[in-house]
C-alpha cells in the first residue's frame, strides 16, 4: 500500500493564481482532511470529509475548496492564491468511526505564494 | 476554538538524558495522540491515550493523559540523536475524527 500520496511536493504560485493540491489514500478511509502547518502554530485543520460526497469546514477554510467524489480523492483548490497562503499542506485519512480519530498523514506540499 | 499549547516550544539536550514535553488545555478530550514529525514528512502517530490518568510506555517513551483529561504529557528517558523531531499533540473532542493539535515541540538530541 502506497498510504496517502501528496502531489506536487512543491509548489509557487503568484499571487491571483489557482491551483489544486492532490490527495490520494489506497487505505479505504473514509474520513479524510486537509491541515496547514505554520511555523508555531501545529496543524490546523482547513476542510474534512467524513466519505464520499460529504465536506465541511475546518478551523480556517476561507481561499480554499474541496470536494470528494470518491473515497480514494480528496483535492483541494486554492481559488485565487495569497501570500498568506504559503505554508506547507498536509492531508490526511482515518476510519471513521475514528478509534481515537488517528490519523495518517502525506508527505505534505510546501506552496509559496508570491 | 479548543487551543493546545505545549511546553515547552524548543528543546535542545545531550544524548542520554531525560526530558519530558506538556500538552495543556482548558477543554476535555475523549482522547489524546502523540505524533512525532520528521524534517519534510508528515506526522507518524506514536501512541493514542484515552482513559483519565492512563499511562502508555513505547519503549524509551511514556505517555500519560490526565485524570481530568485536559493534559497530557511525553517523558522520554535517556534520549537518543534519533528521538529528535518534531513533537505534537492532538486532542479529540469525540462525535467523530476532527482533531485539535498541539503548538508543538521541537526536540533536538546532540551527541
Known amino acids: 500500500n502506497a498510504g496517502v500520496t501528496q502531489t506536487p511536493k512543491f509548489q509557487v504560485l503568484k499571487t491571483g493564481q489557482s491551483m489544486t493540491l492532490q490527495c490520494a489514500q489506497d487505505?479505504?478511509?473514509?474520513?479524510m482532511s486537509w491541515y496547514r502547518q505554520d511555523p508555531g502554530m501545529g496543524l490546523r485543520l482547513i476542510h474534512y470529509?467524513?466519505?464520499?460526497?460529504?465536506?465541511d469546514q475546518g478551523e480556517v477554510p476561507n481561499g480554499y475548496n474541496v470536494s470528494r467524489s470518491t473515497t480514494e480523492d480528496f483535492p483541494l483548490r486554492l481559488l485565487s492564491a495569497a501570500p498568506s497562503q504559503t505554508s506547507v499542506y498536509f492531508c490526511?485519512?482515518?476510519?471513521?468511526?475514528?478509534?481515537?480519530?488517528?490519523?495518517?498523514f502525506g508527505p505534505g506540499t510546501r506552496l509559496t505564494v508570491t | 476554538t479548543q487551543l493546545l499549547e505545549q511546553s515547552p516550544q524548543f528543546l535542545s539536550i545531550q544524548e542520554g538524558e531525560n526530558l519530558t514535553v506538556y500538552c495543556n488545555s482548558s477543554?476535555?478530550?475523549?482522547?489524546l495522540q502523540w505524533y512525532r514529525q520528521e524534517p519534510g514528512e508528515g506526522p507518524v502517530l506514536l501512541v493514542t491515550?484515552?482513559?483519565?490518568?492512563e499511562v502508555k510506555k513505547l519503549k524509551r517513551l511514556t505517555f500519560q493523559f490526565g485524570d481530568a483529561r485536559k493534559d497530557s504529557s511525553l517523558h522520554i528517558t535517556a534520549a537518543q540523536p534519533g528521538d529528535t523531531g518534531l513533537y505534537l499533540c492532538?486532542?479529540?473532542?469525540?462525535?467523530?475524527?476532527?482533531?485539535?493539535f498541539g503548538t508543538g515541540t521541537q526536540l533536538k538530541v546532540e551527541l
Open positions: 490526511a485519512s482515518s476510519y471513521v468511526p475514528g478509534t481515537g480519530g488517528e490519523q495518517y
Open positions: 492532538a486532542g479529540n473532542t469525540g462525535g467523530g475524527n476532527k482533531l485539535t
Open positions: 487505505m479505504n478511509h473514509e474520513y
Open positions: 477543554s476535555v478530550f475523549s482522547s
Open positions: 491515550v484515552v482513559t483519565g490518568g
Open positions: 470529509s467524513v466519505g464520499a460526497g460529504i465536506t
